[in-house]
């Protein structure tokens, strides 16, 4: 059965792209618009791993981790977050919200493999 990842993003061409990738790499791909939409998909369905965008209206990337650190998921997705050269200073605060991995903006399917790779997924 394919992994399901859902790719969170307030840019719709950046959820495009990813899903287009995700989906030569095999994965299932669902979309949330910001931190609450994939809180509330995450609490319905857990994916496998979630793509999080960092600076997003509603419920930003760093409230969402905390938000879903708090849920009682039996098991967690594993999240790789996305961040730009100028959000690097973000990462430590991330990883230490839960997130268990990241990739720079704009990646391409070569680097997002190899994130997923570290996470366990692909
Ligand atoms: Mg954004």
Known sequence: M???CL???DSKVIRKVARHILETLD???DEAVDGRDALDQCLQTPPDVVLLDWNMPVMSGM???RALRQSDLPVRP????CTTE???GHIRAAIEAGADEYVMKPFD???LESKLQIVGLA
């Open 2 to 4: 394919s992994k399901k």
């Open 27 to 29: 994965f299932t791909v």
């Open 109 to 111: 399917r070569e680097t």
């Open 63 to 65: 409230e969402f981790l």
């Open 86 to 88: 100028n959000g690097m």
């Open 78 to 81: 594993k999240v790789v977050f």
């Open 7 to 9: 790719v969170v993003d």
